[in-house]
């Protein structure tokens, strides 16, 4: 007899009983599984709230850096003349450029031919060329070499000084619509073609498309002249990458970047607010539901915000500069304890005062720690690993710990429940039948009782 039958040869919930029975004794279990996923959870949010200080400790490591108010931003007022980046060894200034010229590659082309594959050389022969004043390139043709065996030879020789040949159709409707051009890889004078020997060929020709132009790019700043093979100069002042784009004028201006610094500023503040939101919402309390955040009751967490942010408000009085705290450059806190910057103060101090923002941030070069070098070392031992001790990652993995453990013993717990309701299931079913049996005897029993009693009356 099945489970599912109990109850019919002796007409009781034999199965429902089983159930209620089953439920009672899975009570701890659930208990367990309750306990278990509270702990996964808490896990789980430590793990976020981890990223979420990161964020921080990496926003306060840059801002701990001298070099992080050292950035600087260049603009050119004509892009279409010049473009211009910079490294943090360009010098802060206002230069006025004039492009005069610009760098360009040689080119020779041929005369035209029928086709790719005319022949070019019915004997064959060297075809040479010079390469900025001296002998560049040297091919051998063989009889009947063609247009292309041209090109191809070009292009493959190993001694090939820094030119491409390539074989274009024109389609100008001559019937020789196809020619070769050679044309130097590089620009300026010291890349040029000068020369080009055709005893080899037939009756093919060569001719320099632009000849008798000066091919460096040419550059007027300050009413100095600089010539340059590229159009891409980055010799001419340190740290600057000058990329000429056409002839004409441009200001270039270079100066701190002070807005990628207040970008920083604020991302840092924006961090500690999301980390606190996040505390805050998982270690509330539902009155209505009576359930808990999964960090409630971890003080060692829930703290964090008001630690740091003592740090964020303290006086640093040794620093000797303008600004003692952040306060001094607009920071501002609300009743909820979110941080915010006023704005109007803070660009204020940026553009007027940039060298004691950088001191109440990054200190004096380690004998007085800045705001953010305090941070910083606040923030290590938050976001450490649990190795080192790291305050959020011990409390995972203790958590984590405690979910392993916790899933370990609801599965030796089910198993055991298991087993112990496959026993109680059969016997549950002897019972079944010894009582069905005995319900067959009885109605036996009755129904000869019943049939004597009639005889006998």
């Known amino acids: 007899m099945g489970i599912s039958a ?33 702990y996964s959870q808490r896990a789980f949010e430590l793990d976020a709230l981890a990223s979420k200080y990161l964020t921080m400790k990496t926003a306060a490591e840059e801002l701990s850096s001298v070099d992080a108010f050292g950035a600087l931003t260049a603009s050119s007022s004509d892009e279409s003349v010049l473009t211009v980046s910079t490294t943090s060894s360009a010098v802060a200034g206002t230069y006025d450029m004039a492009v005069t010229r610009l760098a360009t590659q040689d080119s020779w082309v041929s005369s035209g031919v029928a086709t790719a594959d005319t022949v070019v050389s019915t004997a064959g022969g060297a075809f040479t060329y010079d390469y900025d004043g001296a002998a560049g390139g040297s091919v051998t043709l063989a009889a009947g070499a063609t247009l292309q065996d041209l090109a191809d030879g ?111 500023i604020i991302a840092l503040i924006d961090a500690q607010n999301s980390a606190q939101a996040e505390i805050t919402a998982m270690s509330a309390y539902d009155e209505d539901t009576q359930v808990s955040g999964p960090l409630n009751g971890l003080s060692s967490v829930t703290s964090l915000p008001m630690n740091l942010g003592s740090i964020m408000t303290s006086t640093l009085s040794g620093l000797g500069g303008a600004y003692e705290n952040l306060v001094d450059i607009g920071l501002e806190v609300d009743k909820y304890g979110t941080y915010s910057f006023d704005e109007t103060v803070l ?111």
């Open 6 to 38: 109990l109850g019919l040869g002796s007409g009781l919930d034999l199965s429902g009983i089983l159930e209620s029975l089953r439920s009672a004794d899975e009570a701890p279990i659930r208990l367990m599984q309750t306990r278990q996923q509270e």
């Open 154 to 264: 070009i292009n493959d020789d190993v001694a090939n000084p820094g030119v491409t040949a390539m074989v274009l159709d024109t389609g100008d409707g001559t019937g020789n619509p196809f020619v070769l051009q050679i044309i130097s890889n590089e620009t300026g004078e010291a890349n040029s073609i000068t020369a080009v020997d055709v005893s080899a060929l037939d009756s093919t020709t060569f001719a320099e498309t632009e000849p008798a132009v000066n091919r460096d790019a040419a550059l007027t700043v300050g009413g100095v002249d600089f010539i340059r093979a590229s159009n891409t100069i980055t010799d001419l002042y340190d740290g600057m990458t000058l990329n000429l784009e056409a002839v004409g004028g441009s200001t270039v201006k270079v100066e701190v970047d002070t807005a990628t610094i207040k970008e920083k």
């Open 347 to 457: 660009d204020e101090a940026l553009s007027s005062n940039l060298d004691d923002v950088k001191l109440l941030f990054a200190g004096d070069d380690g004998a007085v720690d800045g705001v953010a070098d305090l941070l910083d070392d606040e923030l290590d031992t938050v976001t450490s690993s649990s190795a080192l001790g790291g305050l959020l990652s011990t409390e995972e993995d203790a958590a984590q710990g405690a979910a392993d453990r916790l899933d370990e013993s609801i599965a030796e717990a089910s198993e055991r429940l298991d087993k112990r309701y496959e026993t109680l299931a059969r016997q549950f079913v002897m019972l079944d039948q010894l009582m069905s049996s005995l319900r067959n005897e009885g109605d036996f029993l009755a129904s000869t009782f019943s049939g004597l009693s009639k005889a006998w009356g």
